[in-house]
Structures are given as structure tokens and as C-alpha cells.
């Protein structure tokens, strides 16, 4: 049902909403978050501020429902990973996550490479922690002394933080290099 509203949003609507995204994209390679007004979102996008009110409430609902966007992409990224390959192995699953991110490197640098926007980093996460919480019970298979929640906590917050230094960094490793790393990492657990 989701898949068939947005398929019926008009162009024009969705045409205004990537110009407000690039535009303030834009906006936090120049500055932090705080210093950004509607005004200059406006302004940078060429609409007028009227505008950014009807799709947004101000600018914290308009990087909610990004990081919202944000998070449902990589789901949908993952799931699509699984069954494109028919395989749910950690490096066929990081291998379509790392070329997601690497393929939109800007937002993700903007958003994840700096720490200013918190709310992207917590939409991630919980991402993360739902799709390792589904391989748990490997990692208890094979070591029943580590907690299970240690374990998720860990998972999500390595990936996260090893994401974000590799954008940091301008990505020097290529996606199947970091998945194929990251495989080997955690099979070293």
C-alpha cells in the first residue's frame, strides 16, 4: 500500500523535495546544522520559503523524514541484496549496503561522516541492530559466553563507526574490499 502512494505523489511535489535535500545537503558541507535557517534551505533550492512549509514543518521534520527516507532505503537495500543472491551472508549483505552508500557518497558523508546530525546515526543503527538481532543465534552457537544484546551493540556500532571513517577518509577501499573485511571481522568473533 505504501509502495502505491508514493508511486501516485505528483512529480512536481517529488522534484521540490530532492531540490530542498540537495539544497540543504549542500548547506552542511558549508555549516553546521544550527547555522541553517529555512531562508537559506529556500533560497539555495530557488523556491520560496511558502514552499518549504508545505512539505516540511521546519527544518528538524524535514531531517526526521530524511533520516526516515534514509533508513527505509538501506532496508530495502539489504532485502534486495538477500534476493538478488539468494544468500543472506554478512559480505553478499555489506557488499549492497557498501555500494548503496558509496553510490550516494555525498548525503552519506554529509549525514554520517560528520557527527552533527545524530538523528541519522539513530535511524541507522536501528537498522543495523534489526538486521544482526536475525543472525543472533549464530553468534550464540558458537560462543555462549557472549551476551547476546553485547553482541548487537557491538555489530551496530562497529558498522556504523567503520562507515563513517571510511567516508571521512573518501572511501581509499572500494565496497567489495570493505565487505570482504568486514565478513572477516566478524567472523574472527
Known sequence: MAEN????IDPRVLRTRQMLKEALIELLEEMDVEKIT???IAERATINRVTFYLHYKDIQDMLEKMADEMAENVNRVMMRTIEQHKSGDRETL??????HIAANAKFYKVVLGSRRIPVFHERLRSVFVDKIKLGIEEIEEHNPDIQSDVAVWFGSAALIGTISAWLRNDMPYTAPFMARQFALLFKQR
Open 5 to 8: 502512494e508514493k508511486k501516485r
Open 38 to 40: 529555512v531562508n537559506r
Open 94 to 99: 555489506l557488499l549492497g549496503l557498501l555500494e
